[in-house]
């Protein structure tokens, strides 16, 4: 199983990026997929995620900005990403959660992705 996730960059405040995170060794349609972010000296943080069925959930932080996508076709899972401020900046992981669990802990995650840096400016 890999998840490759893509698609960061550097980019002004209140613009735009979409990040992309591709499986391979699985179906994505069968599992819940996230995605995670740690800034600079901090902890990893849980930013979206979305159910087998579409359902999904938001951090208040990014919640009405970040939408979070799946394209089972593809087996490819998005976090558009718009209004971006600073304190966006930071590695973002996608991840899967291992099945059986229905929180968005780091614990319940199974698989991840190498991170992709986004870099907000000011």
């Known amino acids: 199983v890999q998840l490759q996730a893509s698609g960061g960059g550097l980019v002004q405040a209140g613009g735009s990026l979409r990040l992309s995170c591709e499986a391979s060794g699985l179906a994505l349609s069968s599992y819940a997929m996230g995605w995670f972010r740690q800034a600079p000296g901090k902890e990893r943080r849980f930013v979206a995620g979305?159910?087998?069925?579409?359902?999904?959930l938001y951090a208040d932080s990014v919640e009405g900005r970040f939408t979070i996508s799946r394209d089972n076709a593809k087996n490819t899972v998005y976090l558009q990403m718009n209004s971006l401020k600073p304190e966006d900046t930071a590695v973002y992981y996608c991840a899967k959660r291992a099945p059986g669990r229905i929180t968005w802990g780091e614990d319940g995650m199974d698989y991840w992705g190498k991170g992709t840096l986004v870099t907000v400016s000011s």
């Open positions: 979305i159910s087998r069925g579409g359902t999904s």
